[in-house]
């Protein structure tokens, strides 16, 4: 059967809305939006590196939306690059559903991830709490149960850094037939696809878009891991305080 989807400059902009997912290398952006749609729109797979194969912008348009992934920040080869690609996706400008794909480790958000959405949601300038969305993708499945925005403290960290905060969240369960496979297409989990195709819509002002700032990125990493340090050494302490007053009062029995 043949394919109604046409790639982005090849033809003439048909879509009249745009799907964007925004994620760092190996985040399965790719995979995803394939699967969504059931058909082979993006190059996906492992690259030789071991890292995703999404590197610039890629679109593809199908069934009159543009379907749109852009890579993170975390490389920072590529970093530039990738800054560019988010800005000109974004600059498109009209109808817009922006989904965040993230990976958890040991159920904790990765620092790239955050700041990679610290970045993207700054330079946008224009998205109020709840009009985007986040799927933490190839999550294991006894660990979904487990999971949720407590665990993440996601919206927290949003907080601290002045950007705008999701509840829209959904953790994807991780699917075996797809790993270490190049350009596979299988079906989304029911609600893993409800979940992306009523991700929020809003309109996003191509003239309201700022340059995004990839060049404060290390400095911001580096902020963080010390904020990281300074908390670890206020939970030791505050640990060590408690461990006393337990033992004072067993003392006193």
């Known amino acids: 059967m043949a394919s109604d989807a046409v790639a982005v400059g090849m033809a003439p902009a048909l879509a009249d809305s745009s799907l964007v997912m925004i994620g760092n290398p190996g985040g399965g952006k790719s995979t995803a939006m394939n699967c969504l749609v059931e058909e082979h729109l993006f190059k996906s797979g492992t690259s030789p590196d ?15 939306i543009r379907y749109t992934g852009t890579p993170g920040l975390a490389d920072i080869d590529l970093r530039k690059a990738a800054a560019a690609a988010i800005q000109k996706a974004l600059r498109i400008g009209g109808d817009f559903r922006i989904i965040f794909v993230l990976l958890l480790d040991d159920n904790r958000i990765r620092d790239d991830d955050l700041l990679t959405m610290n970045l993207v949601l700054e330079a946008a300038n224009q998205i109020p709490q709840n009009c985007y969305a986040i799927m933490f993708n ?54 893993t696809k409800e979940f992306l195709l009523n991700a929020p819509r809003l309109e996003i002002d191509a003239d309201k878009v700022n340059d995004l700032d990839a060049e404060s990125y290390d400095q911001m990493r580096d902020a963080l891991a010390e904020e990281q340090a300074q908390t670890r050494v206020a939970e030791e302490a505050r640990e060590k305080s408690e461990q006393r007053e337990r033992e004072a009062l067993e003392q006193q029995k």
Do not use: W
């Open 50 to 64: 071991g890292c995703g194969v999404t590197y610039q912008l890629d679109s593809r348009e199908h069934q009159g």
């Open 138 to 191: 190839k999550c294991p499945l006894k660990a979904i149960k487990k999971l949720n925005m407590a665990n993440s403290k996601l919206n927290d960290k949003l907080t601290d850094r002045g950007v705008p905060t999701t509840d829209l969240v959904h953790f994807a369960p991780k699917n075996e037939d797809l790993e270490a496979e190049d350009d596979m297409v299988a079906p989304l989990p029911y609600e």
